[in-house]
């Protein structure tokens, strides 16, 4: 019997409690529970990239200049709300995001 070909998990995990995101191969791991790597919160997903930068596509069109890259740019970062990674982000890169 031949076993059926692995598919990649494409999934997109992200904070509830928290602006983290990132494949779902770098989740952490909380009581068997999929969990936020940095500060071990619970996340949530979708089903892949494309639709998550999609969403965000259509939020920066809906009057929120600078949102995608702002966005990639918190791929992997763990900040407690969005008015902290925004202050990151207008740090590192000098883009301030309204
Ligand atoms: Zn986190």
Known sequence: ??????TADRRIPYGLHCTWWDSIDKVGS???????????NVLLEVDSLEQWLASARRYEADGHPGYVAFLEWQRGRC????DAAKA???????ITIP
């Open 79 to 82: 900040f407690p709300n969005f």
């Open 30 to 40: 909380r009581d068997g529970l999929p969990v936020c790597p940095h500060c071990r």
């Open 88 to 94: 990151a982000y207008a740090a590192a890169t000098g």
């Open 1 to 6: 019997m031949k076993l059926a070909p692995k």
